[in-house]
């Protein structure tokens, strides 16, 4: 029998890789994956990880060639790696139901998001900005996957001391700030954010972050309307039929 080679295909991530150290192979801006197998569509069947939320991503590991830290990628460049597996996978034409109707978009066609590389400092994960109702200058950076890990995990940890917990935005905020007025402790930044940043300050930082955040155009305009709304996206990307029984064979 000839020897087999796995296809492969080169995909470019929305950061450019401007956000990871030179020494870091994601630095390149771009990543080798491979088609995805049958043997790949037991890790999206497999329910240990399926009940843990973990499925997509054991998934983009698998599908992975080059030799990356999965724990370094932000999660815009995971959002890229995500679409590139389903169009290896599956092809392009995603259908969905969105308000009780069908609709079908063209992964293919999907781009990033435009970024302004201006405000990138090479090799470095942090951007400054100042806070507009209280002056407070701040610095942050773009969450990784291991950053989404600790805060899942710290979220866990609240709900079992206190189970009505939702503390989601604080915590998250509690991770992306970086410092403030200089001062990088993190029981300074914990506190500021749990008693001084005003509720103002804090949309203006998340709606700047939205801005500044390398990621993919995950959005379509439904029929009639003149608004995008996000491309509903979980197990079901790959497999419509998942929520009704096993995929199709």
Same mark, same amino acid.
């Given at each position: ?9 080169? #995909? ?30 037991? /890790? ?14 054991? !998934?983009?590991q698998a599908l992975i060639v080059s030799p990356v830290n999965y724990?370094? !990628? /932000? ?11 389903? /169009? ?16 079908? #978009? ?8 435009? !970024? ?41 940890? !609240? ?52 801005? #500044? ?6 959005? =379509? =305009? ?6 995008? #709304?996000? /491309? ?18």
């Open positions: 029998m000839a020897e087999l080679k796995l296809p492969t295909e080169t #995909v470019e991530l929305p950061s450019k890789g401007l956000l990871y150290p030179e020494d870091n192979i994601l630095s390149s801006g771009k990543i080798e994956m491979s088609y995805m197998t049958a043997k790949h569509e037991d /890790i999206l069947t497999n329910q240990s990880y399926i009940q843990k939320g973990v499925v997509l991503d054991k !998934l983009m724990d370094d !990628l /932000i999660v815009g460049d995971k959002n890229a790696i995500m679409v590139a597996a389903r /169009i290896l996978g599956y092809g392009g034409n995603y259908t969905f139901t969105y308000n009780g109707e069908e609709h079908t #978009v063209d992964l293919t066609q999907i781009e990033n998001k435009p !970024l302004d590389e201006s405000l990138f400092t090479k090799g470095v994960n942090e951007f400054s900005y100042t806070l507009p109702t209280t002056n407070t200058s701040i610095t942050f950076k773009i969450l990784s996957h291991k950053d989404e890990r600790d805060i899942e995990r710290e979220l866990e940890g !609240l709900k079992k001391i206190n189970k009505e917990a939702t503390p989601e935005l604080t915590t998250r905020l509690k991770y992306i700030i970086t410092s403030v007025d200089g001062d990088r402790e993190k029981k300074t930044i914990r506190e500021f954010v749990d008693n001084y940043l005003l509720a103002r300050d804090s949309r203006a930082l998340r709606d700047y972050i939205r801005k #500044v955040q390398p990621d993919v155009d995950l959005t =379509f =305009f439904p029929n009639g309307s003149n608004s995008r #709304v996000n /491309i509903p996206v979980g197990i079901e990307f790959f497999w419509p039929e998942f929520g009704d029984s096993t995929p199709n064979t």
